[in-house]
Antibody
Framework: EVQLVESGGGLVQPGGSLRLSCADS????????MNWVRQAPGKGLEWLSY????????YYADSVKGRFTISRDNAKNSLYLQMNSLRDEDTAVYYC?????????????WGQGTLVTVSS | DIQMTQSPSSVSASVGDRVTITCRAS??????LAWYQQKPGKAPKLLIY???NLQNGVPPRFSGSGSGTDFTLTISSLQPEDFATYYC?????????FGQGTKVEIK
């Protein structure tokens, strides 16, 4: 069954902004931590950001700190990634992933990904 | 940041072969390590967590071992559906980091 669905990707010019969304179908979304991970074309996986269940704790990779903001709306079972000051090197498939395990340090499941292309 | 280094970067193997992939952490991470499988055009899938625990539904031909800085993923008898790229990930600290990946190809 489909659990995580990302949306909001597309083509954006360098310096532009984009907001990604991730809809989670799990009943207890509000109890889980969530993450964003990306994968540049032909490259490996890069963890970007983490948010705890109550939105009180967030972490970011240095590569996006100050430019990207993770947030969530538990009433809507949704996770977001606001991306500002986009650069060519931000071109990638962006995945949301739910925290798994106790503590929730693993990534499972993952969404299908949404492609962000930064180009003029 | 904790750096994760996988070896080899790619391996060619035949169906039925035993395949071992290594992941080394730049500092000790106890057993805070996971392995993921990714097939082309698909999202990664969690295979093993806490270094050696098999995720539900993962075939027992997959196994993981190690602690501290050195870890291995072993596929005991490679099946056609196992041809994919495998990544390790540390969960000892933030930022979470992945190995660069190991591509398992058909010989």
């Amino acid at each position: 069954e489909v659990q995580l669905v990302e949306s909001g990707g597309g083509l954006v010019q360098p310096g532009g902004s984009l907001r990604l969304s991730c809809a989670d179908s799990v009943f207890s979304f509000s109890t889980y931590t969530m993450n964003w991970v990306r994968q540049a074309p032909g490259k490996g996986l890069e963890w970007l950001s983490y948010i705890n269940s109550g939105s009180s704790i967030t972490y970011y990779a240095d590569s996006v700190k100050g430019r990207f903001t993770i947030s969530r709306d538990n009433a809507k079972n949704s996770l977001y990634l606001q991306m500002n000051s986009l650069r060519d090197e931000d071109t990638a498939v962006y995945y949301c992933a739910r925290g798994s395990g106790r503590p929730e340090v693993w990534f499972d499941p993952w969404g299908q990904g949404t492609l962000v292309t930064v180009s003029s | 940041d904790i750096q994760m280094t996988q070896s080899p970067s790619s391996v060619s193997a035949s169906v039925g072969d035993r395949v071992t992939i290594t992941c080394r952490a730049s500092q000790g991470i106890d057993t805070w390590l996971a392995w993921y499988q990714q097939k082309p055009g698909k999202a990664p899938k969690l295979l093993i967590y806490t270094a050696s625990n098999l995720q539900n539904g993962v075939p027992p031909r997959f196994s993981g071992s190690g602690s501290g800085t050195d870890f291995t993923l072993t596929i005991s008898s490679l099946q056609p559906e196992d041809f994919a790229t495998y990544y390790c990930q540390q969960a000892k600290s933030f930022p979470r980091t992945f190995g660069q990946g190991t591509k398992v190809e058909i010989k």
